[in-house]
């Protein structure tokens, strides 16, 4: 992308004009959550301008207007994930619910005391504590794919952890802590030699680079609408229809029934079995609205943009003595994860926010991960489609900078 293309790109993003402690803002907590287009924000207020109304109830005209655009949403996100089908899709409020619904509801209709549920080393906290959840409920066991030192999971491992007693294999697509882009193609691949699902948590895969749920055969592909410039409170689970069919409604309430009686109840067809309650519908307006806007820019320009980044800051901030990169897959997204020699984390993080810097310092809710690595955690840089060489450039001379202060 040019100069002037991302200049255009940052002037749709107002917060990137805030200053921090009168400093600019450099945003590199991007993983975390990603700042809102004007056009994101704008569709927000004027739906709540012009046609907000209690969707799918109403014969009222609001409410038809309403429920038109949360459909028409679904739509849209079944084309970018390439679904087959927009009953696939269902809208949760984020990739926790999405994971949380998936392990309750896949695990009342297919999980027995005995089975196994296959997790990676690098999965965020919501995509292991629901399967432990699960694991404890039915007296199941969770196995754990190994990865190299690069961060790279380790295939053959995970070959021999698959078995009669595998019930779903539940991996990253792209890790929030290494950034490392993990073979899922060969992952589903692999499993479904078994025929067992896949679970693809997709909440850092999907801001980044394209994703196609039908190529990659999965099964369930998860992810978030505020990490990809939506709103927050808004999420998408994509499950194959022959799955969503089989398993129970995962909460109870209005919309999800067809009939009711006190002496039974039936559910409603996909996807609304799954959507109890008041949907968040002006957050699927704006989660289309978001997808849009990165499908105008499109996302191998937004991946390669990225990318750039990855490898100019990379090497900048192997020039600083001391310096430790944590992931170094050779499939990259742009996450650098770090640590300089004994600086602990959290110092690090805090002085480059006097200097006007976000990033993220911790465990990123991956623990078990940060355990295995034996570190107390990492400082975290993790880009997004407007951020800058300037920025890159700044940010290095602050690493410098603090670094020099231990
Ligand atoms: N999985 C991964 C890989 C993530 O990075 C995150 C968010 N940090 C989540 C799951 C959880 O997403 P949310 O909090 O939006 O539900």
């Known amino acids: 992308m ?41 569709k927000m207020t004027d739906a709540y301008y012009r046609y907000n109304a209690n969707i799918h109830r109403g014969v009222h005209y609001l409410s038809q207007v ?43 209709a297919f999980c027995h005391a005995g089975d196994e549920i296959v997790v990676s080393v690098m999965e965020h906290h919501s995509n292991i504590v629901p399967w432990q959840m699960l694991c404890e409920r039915k007296g199941m066991t969770l196995r754990v794919i190994p990865m190299n030192e690069a961060g790279e999971l380790d295939l053959d491992a995970y070959r021999t952890l698959l078995n009669e007693h595998t019930r779903l294999v539940a991996v990253a697509h ?43 055969d999965a099964d369930f592909y998860v992810f978030s609408g505020h990490k990809i410039y939506a709103p927050t409170g808004i999420g998408v689970l994509y499950g194959k229809e ?33 959507e109890a309650g008041t949907p968040d519908y002006i957050g699927s307006v704006a989660l289309e609205e978001a997808l849009n806007y990165v499908q105008r820019i499109g996302l191998p320009r937004i991946a390669e943009h990225e990318h750039a980044l990855l490898d100019y800051t990379t090497r900048r901030l192997l020039e600083i003595d001391g310096m ?77 900078r603090v670094s020099s202060m231990f």
């Open 2 to 42: 040019t100069q002037n293309e991302i200049q255009n790109i940052r002037d749709d993003f107002p917060i990137l004009k805030e200053k921090v402690y009168g400093k600019d803002l450099i945003y590199l907590d991007n993983a975390a959550t990603t700042q809102k287009p004007r056009c994101v924000i704008e």
């Open 66 to 108: 309403a429920t038109e655009a949360n459909e028409h949403a679904r739509a849209t996100v079944a084309d970018f994930l390439h679904a087959a089908n927009r009953h696939e899709i269902i809208f949760t409020r984020g990739t926790t619910e999405a994971i949380n619904l998936v392990a309750f509801s896949f695990g009342e």
């Open 174 to 216: 792209v890790s929030n802590v290494l950034g490392t882009v993990n073979p899922v193609g060969d992952i589903i691949a692999l499993a479904h030699e078994h025929d067992i699902p896949v679970l693809v948590d997709g909440a850092q895969s999907t801001p980044h680079l394209a994703v196609d749920v039908t190529e990659l």
């Open 242 to 274: 022959r799955w969503l069919n089989a398993m129970p409604p995962y909460q109870g309430g209005g919309e999800m029934i067809a009939t009711v009686r006190f002496e039974k109840t039936t559910y409603n067809e996909l996807p609304f079995k799954f």
């Open 324 to 400: 430790r990169i944590i992931g170094t897959a050779h499939e990259k997204s742009a996450v650098i994860s770090f640590l300089v020699r004994d600086i602990h984390p959290y110092d690090m993080g805090m002085l480059l926010d006097k200097l006007g810097i976000a990033v993220r310092t911790g465990h990123h809710c991956a623990q078990p991960l940060i355990d295995s690595l034996g570190i107390p955690g990492t400082v975290r840089a993790s880009f997004a489609l407007y951020n800058t060489t300037e920025e890159s450039d700044r940010f290095v001379e602050a690493v410098k």
